[in-house]
């Protein structure tokens, strides 16, 4: 059934609010939540892949007229590395969350994010999007302050009141939108839009749309809130959010600007590729300057939007497909990085560098973990960051946009500078005296659950041709969107 990576989440959210402040029952719930969420997601992909795009009209009322979910080749492949980074995360949370934020509800505030993540991934049209997006935000809100500390909340100011313009911009492109064409259905609108006498109105509206989903996948010059904001939060939440928020963005923004905005292409897209530049270099240079890891990390997310969004200006299948495979890769690479921080403060009772040391003599197996996805950000070979990095630098260079293709080049050797700079200070060098508040023990949760999401990201590089194969699948079913419009429309 299309609805049940909606209706998972939500059952789980209220039976674990049913078991509030029973820590125990609630992360045995958790378990089997997010467990199942994965098996699903998983049929999904198969029965998406074997049988086709797979569609459900909410209350029986047909396209355009009532609620549409629908999985494609690209919304089954999201589904499924966010149902993984789902379950790692509950993983990692059992040791890593403290027993305060356990029992006020955060398996049930993960759930209903998951909840609006998922929505946002299957929904059929404009509004519906608007509203997954309002429910993971709200989810998301009480995460980011959760436990109430003064920079939590410092953090989270700034994080809702960005948020909250970027709804409102989004709002009102959905009302200049159905005033245009009468319908908010992403098949019909692909249908209505190249109709309309006046293109222009159309591209303003895109424009709308390309800020609204900017600020909330933080492209330049939008991105100021993401690294005041995500490091104020327990390590396990800013690597949920890494994983997930920023991509549900992207995601949006692919989707409209392959169905829908597809009229001024040398306009809006070359907008988009200038903007993925700016993104990448601000991103890199910000990382560059920063001793805090999870700040350092933070501004990484930005970066590696930059990259997303160069696949989407390029607009070739090629380019596409490289960011499919990019988004996923970054999921796993990225989420992997914050939940070794999380481990590196365990074990160093500290974020910042300058006082950190000596890790490779303490914890090599550590070391190794933090080697292969901080290699595979900056694209070393045979990693799956190198392929990803790959695919979008042959689709710049054959579609001769030498720029873009430099720039990202140059900012790939920046990332494998921040990443040196991780290196050398936490791993090689001798901390010169013991921290004053030593760390705690490292739970074997956090280990395995790292080491788990450590060896799928290697594997996901080991693997690229079939996984390439799947989202070149996607990439195709993108830019031929008929028979997306077909099956929803039921013709």
Same mark, same amino acid.
């Given at each position: 059934?299309?609805?049940?990576?909606?209706?998972?989440?939500?059952?789980?959210?209220?039976?674990?609010?049913?078991?509030?402040?029973?820590?125990?029952?609630?992360?045995?719930?958790?378990?089997?939540?997010?467990?199942?969420?994965?098996?699903?997601?998983?049929?999904?992909?198969?029965?998406?892949?074997?049988?086709?795009?797979?569609?459900?009209?909410?209350?029986?009322?047909?396209?355009?007229?009532?609620?549409?979910?629908?999985?494609?080749?690209?919304?089954?492949?999201?589904?499924?590395?966010?149902?993984?980074?789902?379950?790692?995360?509950?993983?990692?949370?059992?040791?890593?969350?403290?027993?305060?934020?356990?029992?006020?509800?955060?398996?049930?505030?993960?759930?209903?994010?998951?909840?609006?993540?998922?929505?946002?991934?299957?929904?059929?049209?404009?509004?519906?999007?608007?509203?997954?997006?309002?429910?993971?935000?709200?989810?998301?809100?009480?995460?980011?302050?959760?436990?109430?500390?003064?920079?939590?909340?410092? !953090? %989270?100011?700034?994080?809702?009141? @960005?948020?909250? *313009?970027? #709804?409102?911009?989004?709002? $009102?492109? /959905? +009302?200049?939108?159905?005033?245009?064409?009468?319908?908010?259905?992403?098949?019909?609108?692909?249908?209505?839009?190249?109709?309309?006498?006046?293109?222009?109105?159309?591209?303003?509206?895109?424009?709308?749309?390309?800020?609204?989903?900017?600020?909330?996948?933080?492209?330049?010059?939008?991105?100021?809130?993401?690294?005041?904001?995500?490091?104020?939060?327990?390590?396990?939440?800013?690597?949920?959010?890494?994983?997930?928020?920023?991509?549900?963005?992207?995601?949006?923004?692919?989707?409209?600007?392959?169905?829908?905005?597809?009229?001024?292409?040398?306009?809006?897209?070359?907008?988009?590729?200038?903007?993925?530049?700016?993104?990448?270099?601000?991103?890199?240079? !910000? %990382?560059?300057?920063?001793?805090? @890891?999870?700040? *350092?990390? #933070?501004?990484?997310?930005? $970066?590696? /939007? +930059?990259?997303?969004?160069?696949?989407?200006?390029?607009?070739?299948?090629?380019?596409?497909?490289?960011?499919?495979?990019?988004?996923?890769?970054?999921?796993?690479?990225?989420?992997?990085?914050?939940?070794?921080?999380?481990?590196?403060?365990?074990?160093?009772?500290?974020?910042?560098?300058?006082?950190?040391?000596?890790?490779?003599?303490?914890?090599?197996?550590?070391?190794?973990?933090?080697?292969?996805?901080?290699?595979?950000?900056?694209?070393?070979?045979?990693?799956?960051?190198?392929?990803?990095?790959?695919?979008?630098?042959?689709?710049?260079?054959?579609?001769?946009?030498?720029?873009?293709?430099?720039?990202?080049?140059?900012?790939?050797?920046?990332?494998?500078?921040?990443?040196?700079?991780?290196?050398?200070?936490?791993?090689?060098?001798?901390?010169?005296?013991?921290?004053?508040?030593?760390?705690?023990?490292?739970?074997?949760?956090?280990?395995?659950?790292?080491?788990?999401?450590?060896?799928?990201?290697?594997?996901?590089?080991?693997?690229?041709?079939?996984?390439?194969?799947?989202?070149?699948?996607?990439?195709?079913?993108?830019?031929?969107?008929?028979?997306?419009?077909?099956?929803?429309?039921?013709?």
């Amino acid at each position: 059934m299309t609805a049940t990576p909606i209706l998972i989440p939500l059952t789980f959210a209220i039976l674990c609010l049913i078991a509030w402040q029973r820590s125990a029952i609630q992360h045995v719930l958790g378990f089997i939540g997010s467990g199942l969420l994965l098996f699903d997601s998983i049929y999904l992909l198969n029965k998406v892949y074997f049988s086709g795009i797979q569609t459900t009209q909410i209350g029986g009322w047909p396209a355009p007229f009532g609620i549409s979910l629908v999985i494609d080749q690209f919304s089954a492949l999201i589904l499924v590395a966010a149902a993984f980074i789902a379950l790692v995360i509950v993983a990692y949370a059992k040791a890593a969350i403290d027993p305060a934020r356990l029992r006020y509800g955060f398996h049930p505030l993960f759930f209903l994010l998951i909840m609006g993540v998922n929505g946002a991934f299957i929904t059929g049209d404009l509004f519906n999007l608007y509203v997954w997006f309002e429910v993971l935000l709200m989810a998301s809100f009480v995460l980011i302050a959760y436990g109430g500390e003064r920079p939590q909340i410092e !953090g %989270a100011m700034k994080y809702v009141m @960005i948020n909250l *313009l970027s #709804s409102t911009l989004f709002l $009102s492109a /959905i +009302g200049l939108t159905y005033s245009l064409t009468g319908t908010l259905n992403f098949a019909h609108l692909s249908r209505i839009i190249p109709t309309i006498q006046n293109p222009h109105q159309i591209t303003v509206v895109a424009i709308l749309f390309l800020i609204a989903f900017g600020i909330k996948s933080a492209v330049f010059p939008l991105f100021f809130w993401l690294p005041a904001s995500y490091h104020t939060a327990p390590v396990t939440i800013t690597a949920l959010f890494s994983a997930l928020l920023t991509k549900v963005g992207v995601y949006a923004l692919i989707r409209v600007f392959t169905m829908l905005f597809v009229n001024d292409i040398a306009y809006t897209h070359t907008i988009i590729l200038v903007i993925s530049g700016f993104t990448m270099v601000t991103g890199v240079l !910000g %990382a560059a300057a920063q001793t805090d @890891i999870r700040r *350092l990390l #933070s501004f990484h997310i930005i $970066s590696q /939007i +930059g990259y997303l969004l160069m696949g989407l200006g390029l607009f070739t299948p090629g380019s596409l497909s490289a960011t499919i495979y990019f988004m996923i890769h970054i999921m796993l690479a990225k989420t992997a990085l914050f939940l070794i921080a999380g481990i590196m403060q365990r074990v160093l009772g500290s974020f910042d560098l300058k006082k950190m040391g000596s890790l490779y003599q303490k914890r090599v197996w550590l070391s190794i973990l933090f080697l292969i996805p901080a290699l595979s950000l900056a694209g070393l070979p045979p990693l799956s960051g190198f392929f990803a990095k790959l695919g979008l630098i042959i689709s710049g260079l054959e579609t001769n946009h030498w720029l873009i293709t430099i720039t990202a080049l140059a900012v790939s050797f920046m990332t494998l500078y921040s990443m040196t700079k991780v290196w050398n200070e936490a791993f090689l060098k001798n901390s010169e005296k013991p921290l004053r508040n030593p760390g705690k023990k490292v739970s074997r949760w956090m280990v395995f659950s790292t080491i788990c999401l450590v060896f799928i990201s290697l594997l996901f590089g080991f693997l690229v041709e079939p996984i390439s194969q799947l989202t070149l699948s996607a990439a195709n079913q993108l830019l031929n969107p008929e028979i997306y419009i077909g099956v929803v429309l039921g013709e």
